[in-house]
């Protein structure tokens, strides 16, 4: 930006009477600062948002807007980016409503360095900064709080969740947590396509904003649309620490960053916000290749002294179902058929109820047409006016409001097993022995524990798996998968979603001869899943499928071959530890070469602790016209 | 008062266009509702699921300076009742036809009842749902005036009406 900078220069050198005299002045700071080696302490480059490269060494900042730099090369050149900035500390520009002094557009540098070069107010004089000081009256900060939605139903992909900051101010209670501020970082941008989005979102392409919104938006956002059940952390940040965090905010502003949706995302730069509040606090260093929402909660928590306490808030769904947990059938029957307008609200039946009955039956059927309606599955036009109904109905009833309480999980999202998992162990297929390496970065698969996650959801980036045969030499690539989603969520009388799969990756395919070249297949499907409430304590599910295949390589005829079958199993927890997939596969490839792919299939996880389990998998497989059978146990470990 | 403040909010409306044409990242007044009519059906549960989107106009940029009803990005605090009705009339309705509830007591905060007045402000406001709540689509700005009716013609509540 050779234009600004030579702007700046003019604005900085030339016009003012007072410069000259202050320019010893800003001499005899710079010469300070490069004793004190300022501009390598971490403070300043935190305040800087310095990275070291990944690949190589030496660091930048992550910041990608010039606006956010004095010096021209501030972005790689933390030094000229202090002198810089104390030079430009000397305008005496007055604020306006679109522009501040810079003082008050780097305050949180200001702050830092007043403290570390103890300005002299006669010959630096302190700009008033109204703007920023409003801004924080009207925040009236108290306390920090780190919001966590989880997971919602049958959406493995929003496993990988979300975080924000919540600024809670002095007179705010658990029952008034509304009117808080949240702030968060996110990619600016009105894309409605989810593959755009994910695709643009890989590479960078969205600029990320820091933004601030009123709680109550972001509570409606997730616990009543999305339906993901919010977990707050309260963290212990004295007042000294919060003023620090939000003067970094301010002077962040609207600053952007290239929006990356694996390390630099809406996690990884709020922590970055937490490392400017407590200096010492190393949260960012943990992720250099990728930061899961989740993972960043658990290096907050692990933090000794930064969590005060935990507030559970549970997402409509998870109320409504603790609602039908505890209501006869036929009672939850006739909110259903109020929801969805089949009787009316003066209905003999429901008048017929004990009035604490008929409170419970009238608010349990507001919330599903609700529930219908925000999820767009109700679209009778009068929906509107049956919400209403129900609500006048029951605001005639003279009974307390009878909402029930959910339990807390006992185990929180930070809690669950660590996302990546490494795996060693041995086997034997149709006599052969072999020994098998696996390793998955991230994040969870149907068999981990499901204490901390969403059970029946599936969500892998990067799965792979080495294998070497006795008698044979390296290892070679058994399998690899970048993406793996599985999605089983069980229907019910209220709740009736479509379980889906999708992946895509390398694997092995049995040719006939026996060789086994790796071809590349995308796979997909969608079905019906339902608890068994009768088996193992009602902890199973049993799921049918009907999936489609591509598979292609140059050992096809054609390159490719398309099939397609169905699939069924059942998945079931015996006891918190020991878990079992049961599965029978049947694909007919009709297209391309012609050939039968089943397979059936039995594995078993035994947790040893939370980062630890074992797993025995046995199979029998048929590809072409070969069938084999096969068995491994492996032990792994989560990290 | 109430009448300038809903000439007010459909003067930001205005002006939110204008702004926004302007490519600035700040929608005034009476944006809460109309941000949450194109968050249903798939595509946004979708987008929702990559956990990290957000269109402009759900969030505030800080320090863009004054525009519409926020300042840098916070609501002013004349706007702060009839934003935060705006943006919770759901669950506000839910929580005056039982009596309770989060929603429900963060509005009296707002409004500034206090404690010993709260009991009342609840059953009050639940035994004039059907007049608060008129119709089945009520307004921001119906909302606010009927609120404000029911909470007048109150002798131990007429105070509150006032902050309305």
Same mark, same amino acid.
């Given at each position: ?35 004190? &080696? ?453 229907? &019910? ?147 | ?164």
């Amino acid at each position: 930006m050779p234009g600004r900078w030579i702007l700046q220069f003019i604005f900085l050198w030339s016009p003012l009477a007072g410069f000259a005299a202050d320019n010893a002045y800003l001499e005899e700071l710079i010469q300070r600062a490069r004793q004190a &080696n300022l501009s390598q302490r971490a403070e300043w480059l935190n305040l800087l948002h310095y990275k070291p490269y990944p690949y190589w060494p030496g660091s930048r900042s992550l910041a990608d807007d010039p606006e956010f730099f004095n010096a021209p090369h501030g972005k790689t050149d933390a030094a000229g980016e202090l002198e810089a900035t104390l030079a430009v500390f000397f305008s005496t520009a007055e604020e306006t409503d679109k522009t501040q002094n810079p003082q008050c557009r780097f305050i949180a540098r200001y702050r830092w360095l007043k403290q570390e070069l103890q300005f002299d107010p006669a010959r630096l004089p302190k700009q008033p900064c109204r703007r920023f000081y409003q801004w924080r009256a009207s925040l009236d900060p108290h306390e920090i709080t780190l919001v966590f939605p989880a997971a919602y139903l049958n959406n493995p992909a929003s496993m990988y969740g979300h975080t924000l900051l919540r600024i809670d101010a002095r007179d705010q209670d658990e029952h008034t947590r509304l009117l808080a501020y949240s702030i968060s970082y996110a990619a600016g941008t009105d894309e409605t396509s989810g593959l755009i989005f994910a695709v643009r979102g890989l590479f960078g392409g969205y600029p990320g904003v820091f933004a601030i919104t009123p709680y109550y938006l972001k509570v409606r956002e997730y616990s009543d649309i999305e339906n993901r059940d919010v977990w707050e952390y309260q963290l212990t940040l004295t007042p000294e620490e919060i003023d620090r965090l939000l003067m970094h905010v301010w002077e962040l502003g609207p600053t952007h960053f290239d929006y990356y949706f694996f390390d630099e995302n809406c996690a990884y730069h709020l922590l970055s916000l937490l490392e400017v509040a407590r200096p010492g606090l190393q949260l960012t260093d943990q992720f250099r290749w990728w930061a899961i929402p989740s993972d960043t909660v658990r290096a907050v928590t692990d933090q000794p002294g930064l969590l005060k306490r935990v507030v559970y808030r549970p997402a409509s769904v998870s109320i409504m179902r603790q609602r039908l947990m505890q209501m006869p059938v036929d009672q939850s029957r006739l909110a259903k058929d109020l929801a969805q307008q089949r009787i009316d609200a003066n209905d003999d039946r429901l008048r017929e109820l004990p009035a604490l009955d008929h409170a419970r039956v009238l608010e349990l059927g507001y919330e599903y047409a609700s529930y219908e309606a925000a999820t767009g599955r109700n679209k009778a036009p009068d929906a509107v006016t049956r919400m209403r109904e129900l609500l006048l109905a029951r605001s005639q009833l003279k009974i307390p409001p009878q909402k029930p309480g959910v339990p807390v999980p006992s185990v929180r999202p930070d809690e669950g097993h660590k996302t990546s998992r490494i795996g060693i162990g041995a086997g034997s297929r149709d006599g052969r022995r072999f020994g098998e390496i696996h390793l998955r970065p991230t994040y969870h698969d149907l068999l981990d524990q499901d204490a901390g996650y969403t059970r029946g959801a599936q969500i892998q980036f990067f799965d792979m798996r080495w294998r070497h045969y006795r008698g044979e030499d390296g290892l070679r690539l058994e399998e690899f998968k970048p993406l793996d989603i599985v999605s089983l969520s069980p229907r &019910n009388d209220f709740f009736n979603p479509i379980s889906w799969k999708i992946n895509v990756g390398w694997t092995r395919k049995h040719f006939p001869g026996g060789d086994e070249p790796l071809v590349f297949r995308f796979n997909g499907g969608s079905g019906l899943a339902y608890s068994a409430p009768g088996l193992f304590g009602g902890n199973a599910v049993y799921y049918g499928f009907i999936e489609a295949a591509l598979d292609a390589g140059s050992r096809f005829e054609s390159n490719y071959t398309l099939g397609a079958g169905p699939a069924i199993g059942l998945l079931a927890n015996v006891s918190e530890r020991w878990g079992f997939n049961l599965q029978a596969r049947s694909l007919r490839y009709g297209l391309g070469d012609d050939h039968w792919s089943r397979e059936l299939a039995l594995e078993q996880r035994y947790a040893l602790t939370r980062q630890s389990a074992v797993r025995l998998r046995l199979s029998r497989k048929q590809e072409f016209q070969d069938y084999w059978n096969s068995g491994d146990l492996s032990v792994h470990f989560y990290f | 008062m109430l009448n300038k403040k809903l000439m007010a909010v459909a003067v930001a409306g205005l002006f939110s266009t204008g702004a926004m044409a302007a490519g600035e990242n700040n929608i005034g007044c009476g944006w809460g509702s109309k941000v949450f009519d194109g968050q249903r059906g798939i595509a946004p549960q979708v987008l929702g699921a990559t956990t990290n989107g957000t269109s402009g106009n759900q969030t505030f940029a800080i320090t863009s300076g004054t525009s519409g009803c926020t300042q840098d990005g916070v609501v002013k605090s004349n706007w702060k009742t009839a934003m935060f009705i705006d943006g919770n009339k759901e669950k506000l309705a839910r929580d005056m036809s039982t009596g309770s509830g989060e929603s429900l007591e963060s509005l009296a905060k707002l409004i500034g009842v206090e404690d010993q007045h709260k009991a009342a402000f609840f059953q009050t406001t639940k035994d004039n749902f059907a007049h608060i709540f008129s119709t089945d689509n009520s307004s921001t700005d119906q909302v606010l005036a009927s609120l404000k009716q029911v909470l007048a013609s109150d002798s131990e509540l007429a105070q509150y009406s006032q902050s309305i």
